[in-house]
């Protein structure tokens, strides 16, 4: 290796269709242990779920159902992520640390917000129809 080539992990993912099949069983592996091991992602997307069902039979244009759920599946897409930067301080160090309560609180602060922006999107479909 000549000092410009950077290490290459040997998992590093594999090239052109077999990546493709190979991430989405790596995305299906990190669905199921989130399911496992996460109680937010387990309540959020029992939630997602239910609040899909409720959009999808409101009388609001088929853009405003759209938008209710995508910012659900926002919010789960949040978690996961929030997940995987706690899960990398945890391998890391089980040691309390100042960075790493920044950063898993950072995580969850960004779940707040994006929890945050659902409720308002919600709200203002919602609040016509309530309304009338």
Do not use: C
């Amino acid at each position: 290796m000549t000092d410009n080539e950077q290490p290459v992990s040997e998992f590093k993912s594999k090239s052109g269709v077999k990546r493709i099949f190979a991430a989405f069983f790596y995305s299906i592996e990190g669905f199921k242990a989130a399911w496992k091991t996460e109680h937010s992602f387990r309540q959020e997307l029992v939630l997602v779920i239910i609040a899909s069902a409720i959009a999808l039979a409101l009388p609001v244009s088929a853009y405003e159902k759209l938008t209710m759920i995508g910012v659900l599946v926002l919010v789960l897409i949040v978690e996961l992520i929030n997940s995987a930067i706690e899960a990398v301080v945890d391998r890391v160090s089980l040691e309390r640390n100042p960075l790493s309560k920044n950063a898993k609180d950072f995580g969850s602060a960004a779940v707040f917000l994006t929890l945050s922006l659902a409720a308002a999107t919600w709200a203002v479909i919602l609040l016509p129809l309530i309304s009338r």
